[in-house]
């Protein structure tokens, strides 16, 4: 069990590198109570009136950040925006600024906004809440001291954000997405092991319609994750608390049965997502504390087996810019940064012992569980992470160059590996000090 007087030294030790580390940390404290459950970078916004976040070239940067702040007997679906610039060495020129807030009755655990029009959302609540709201968000941006729109998603209000409710008492507490490529379809999954597809009007009355139920894949156990296979309308991804991932494809006449399905763990997935880039490309996580990267072609075996985190994986993301990089958020405090092209790579003892050849960083500024992750597909580089825990803390983030970029000073890379060997050396003398104790 780890002490809270051992977090706070490990945090200490992590800020202390933190000139190392990073190129740029930003952090940001949402909420004193509540905890962050559902993070997602929006696509990119720019407003041309406001010239106070602008690199030498005039050019800006900016993005918005969507996040659900969980409280007992209600949530917050939050947007901010995220304002950055090429000039990576000042942090204050870095604004991270809330735009919107709309209250929510009852428990939201994950939301995701559809590709074709951003502005809506999906939002899935918890179990006893019954079903998926969809909400409209401002397309505006409140820009830097602007006034902050708040609404309720309760019916009759004058700012009523709430497009729809779509209940099914079968189906909540999972995961929800859209599809990328037929604009309205929406899966949604929960504790009955179906996954539900909706077609949604988002015009006029924004009417929602059971279109179809997917069930048998993962029997009578919880649905915890849906993924659209990119550049597909027909293809789709599940994964549930049996272990199990399933491929769905809609067409056919066994539509309503998965078309594969593997077992991945023998504890419950938390995660499953495709690759963006790599269509055959998949990742599952689970309370084993493993991501595994399966290819579609053929699923027997995963290609990679990604063993570090000490606890449960909570979330995880892939690298909007290719197949590369992989980040995975545990209950360990921690987030892992993964290169898949340094699998099989010759190890030191020292490289061994720190971890699998494919673990490119570790992030280590939470003192809680870390709840959700994702990368930034607009601000000035691709290496830009956001990471939020149930302490409310969010933290946007991005790793030094000379970690991933093998142009880099050599006197660096020697810098931060006598680092590294301080922090191992500090690290066995406390635990050899706890065994004298």
């Keep these: 069990v780890v002490t809270e007087h051992q977090i706070k030294q490990e945090f200490e030790l992590w800020q202390s590198h933190c000139p190392l580390l990073y190129d740029l940390i930003v952090e940001k404290k949402i909420r004193d109570k509540g905890y962050l459950s559902s993070l997602q970078f929006l696509p990119s916004i720019s407003d041309p009136s406001d010239t106070k976040n602008t690199d030498r070239n005039g050019k800006q940067h900016a993005q918005r950040l969507l996040l659900t702040d969980t409280k007992s007997d209600r949530s917050e679906i939050l947007t901010y925006s995220v304002v ?4 990576l060495d000042e942090a204050e020129r870095f604004a991270v600024e809330l735009e919107q807030q709309i209250l929510c009755c009852g428990e939201v655990l994950q939301v995701r906004p559809m590709p074709q029009q951003p502005c809506i959302i999906a939002a899935q609540c918890a179990q006893h809440e019954r079903g998926t709201r969809l909400f409209r968000l401002s397309t505006k941006s409140s820009g830097s001291g602007g006034k902050v729109k708040r609404s309720r998603s309760r019916p009759g209000d004058t700012e009523n954000e709430l497009l729809k409710a779509l209940v099914d008492n ?4 999972g995961g929800v997405c859209w599809n990328g490529e037929r604009e309205g379809e929406l899966l949604t999954c929960g504790d009955t092991g179906n996954v539900c597809l909706w077609e949604v009007d ?7 319609t059971l279109k179809m139920k997917f069930y048998g894949g993962h029997a ?3 649905v915890t994750d849906v993924d659209w296979q990119p550049r597909s309308d027909a293809v789709f991804l599940s994964c549930g608390l049996d272990g199990n991932f ?8 066994n539509s309503l049965k998965p078309r594969q399905s593997q077992k991945a763990s023998k504890k419950r997935l938390t995660r499953a997502r495709f690759n963006k880039s790599n269509a055959n490309l998949l ?8 991501v595994r990267v399966w290819d579609t072609r053929n699923v027997r075996s995963a290609t990679h087996e990604l063993a570090w985190h000490s606890d449960a994986v909570e979330d995880i993301s892939w690298n909007p810019r290719g197949d590369r990089y992989l980040c995975s958020a545990g209950r360990d405090r921690r987030v892992a940064v993964w290169d898949l092209q340094k699998a099989g790579k010759d190890q030191s003892e020292q490289d061994e012992a720190e971890g699998p050849a494919e673990l490119l960083f570790v992030h280590g ?3 809680k569980v870390v709840t959700g992750v994702d990368w930034s597909s607009a601000l000035p580089n691709s290496m830009f992470t956001a990471s939020i825990a149930r302490d409310g803390m969010l933290q946007i983030w991005k790793m030094s160059q000379f970690l991933y970029d093998s142009s880099a000073g050599k006197a660096i890379k020697k810098q931060f590996k006598r680092l590294n060997e301080k ?12 065994a004298t104790k």
């Design 283 to 290: 990742a599952t996580s689970g309370e084993d504390g493993v």
């Design 365 to 367: 500024g939470h003192q």
């Design 220 to 222: 009578a156990d919880a």
């Design 170 to 173: 079968e189906n909540a507490g």
């Design 202 to 208: 988002t015009q006029g009355e924004a009417s929602g």
């Design 84 to 87: 950055g610039t090429n000039k």
């Design 423 to 434: 922090r191992v050396a500090g690290k066995n003398k406390r635990q050899k000090r706890t």
């Design 246 to 253: 399933c491929l769905w494809d809609k067409r056919g006449e």
